[in-house]
């Protein structure tokens, strides 16, 4: 019983520690794409600078809701691990 019950905490503690990594690089990714679209925007007209603008607010938005998304998974199933 004891081992059961620690190999379940194990696996919940991998899959936790997979999606923590898996925001982590998209944070990252978002990072260096918002930082390079504005360094494009300064280089070209004022017009390029507000679509970069929203392109980089939308990544954001949907890598924020992919994200979330995993974390509900997650918990949805250690949720059905427990019981």
Do not use: D
Not at 13 to 42: D, E, H, N, R, Y
Not at 55 to 71: C, D, M, N, P, R
Request: glycine share 8%; aromatic share 12%; no cysteine.
């Amino acid at each position: 019983m004891a081992l059961e019950v620690l190999v379940v905490r194990l696996f919940e503690i991998a899959i936790l520690l997979g999606v923590f990594t898996i925001a982590i690089f998209a944070g990252l990714f978002l990072v260096l794409l918002k930082g390079s679209l504005l360094a494009l925007s300064f280089l070209m007209s004022p017009s390029f600078t507000v679509l970069s603008f929203l392109v980089s607010t939308a990544l954001t938005v949907v890598s924020w809701s992919i994200i979330q998304l995993l974390k509900g998974f997650v918990g949805f199933g250690i949720g059905m691990i427990k019981s």
